[in-house]
């Protein structure tokens, strides 16, 4: 059985509460319930926090489905995607900062 079927079983807990917590719907807890649906990062975070750390992503996941995402992340493409990512999010902040500081000096000029 499903380790997340199971805490919410143990703890009284139904799949329509943990959908309400989790903010996903009744029919999306259901299959994460199941041993054949592999929840996305976000969700899977958010039952991490839900159950105090007690279920992980590890938990939710088949072991053959794991080795086949390891096998992808590790991939050279998969690397360079996340670099270009994360530049483009450095990038993103230094425009806001400096969108930010730009307005700082406008209203400073202002009130002179």
């Not at 993103?92 to 930010?100: F, H």
Request: glycine share 4%; charged share 35%.
């Amino acid at each position: 059985m499903n380790p997340f079927r199971i805490w919410l079983i143990q703890r009284g807990l139904s799949q329509r509460a943990a959908a309400d917590a989790l903010g996903v719907s009744n029919p999306e807890i259901n299959r994460y319930c199941r041993d054949d649906f592999w929840p996305r990062k976000e969700v899977a975070l958010r039952i991490f926090n839900f159950t105090g750390g007690e279920i992980t992503p590890n938990d939710l996941i088949d072991d053959e489905l794991a080795a086949m995402y390891l096998t992808v992340a590790d991939s050279a493409e998969h690397k360079a995607a996340q670099a270009m990512i994360e530049q483009r999010e450095r990038a993103r902040k230094i425009r806001a900062e400096r969108k930010a500081e730009r307005g700082r000096i406008a209203a400073h000029h202002d009130r002179r």
